[in-house]
């Protein structure tokens, strides 16, 4: 089965620099998905990024999929206090969404 | 619009007993999903429900685990006798689409989870 996993997976900053994030899955997609997850919340959806796509954006948040080497990127620009949080990669492919270890993101004031 | 609502949201109990999560999707999503989530590393599929029916398993430990959706809207899943490595947050999800439905993205919308330490 697919398995996104991400590269960092801890990272701190401070605010106002840009996060970026790595991602790579093992087998074919139809679109790879982020999400957040806040201390003991549930998981948001970000953004996500179709397979025939190679970059997208949404507001400051700018992601890029590389199907050949099956990897994808987040990146938060200009980040703030609260965007401290843990970011998922999650692959969708044969209607199933498997995700990533995680990478956890600590924006300091 | 309500979001996944999940109760208890924190359950403690000592190993081999039971216990019991609550998930009631959002309002006309067919598919609902649980996922395990141990600390410091993504959510795991256990099932998968589209209405009533269960669409996939096969990463649910059944000697222990099981859940049903009997009305295809809200659903429970059980485990006993839990174990301690079952220590974990249990996530629901659900998604307006069925699998295989033209259109489908997989976006899946989260309830806050269930929190469940085994001691």
């Known amino acids: 089965s697919q398995q996104g996993e991400e590269d960092p997976q801890a990272l701190s900053i401070q605010e106002g620099e840009n996060a970026t994030m790595n991602c790579s899955y093992k087998t074919s997609i139809n679109n790879l998905q982020w999400y957040r997850q806040n201390s003991g919340r549930g998981l948001v959806h970000l953004i996500l990024i179709r397979s025939n796509e190679r970059e997208k954006h949404s507001g400051r948040l700018r992601v890029t999929l590389d199907t050949s080497k099956k990897s994808s990127s987040l990146l938060i620009t200009a980040s703030r206090a609260a965007d401290t949080a843990s970011y998922f990669c999650?692959?969708?492919?044969?209607?199933?969404?498997?995700f990533g270890k995680g990478n956890q993101v600590v924006v300091i004031p | 619009e309500a979001g996944v609502a999940q109760s208890p949201r924190y359950k403690i109990i000592e190993k081999r007993q039971s216990v019991a999560f609550w998930c009631n999707p959002i309002s006309g999503h067919a598919t609902l999903y649980w996922y395990q989530q141990i600390l410091g590393q993504g959510p795991k599929l256990l099932i998968q429900f589209q209405n009533n029916g269960v669409v996939d398993d096969s990463q649910l430990p059944k000697d222990r685990f099981s859940a049903e959706r009997l009305k295809g809207v809200d659903s429970t899943l059980k485990i006993q006798p839990a174990k301690l490595e079952d220590s974990a947050v249990y996530l629901c999800a659900s998604s307006p689409f069925s699998p295989g439905l033209a259109g489908n993205t997989g976006e899946l919308f989260f309830g806050e989870g269930s929190r469940l330490t085994v001691l």
């Open positions: 999650a692959a969708y492919g044969n209607n199933r969404l498997a």
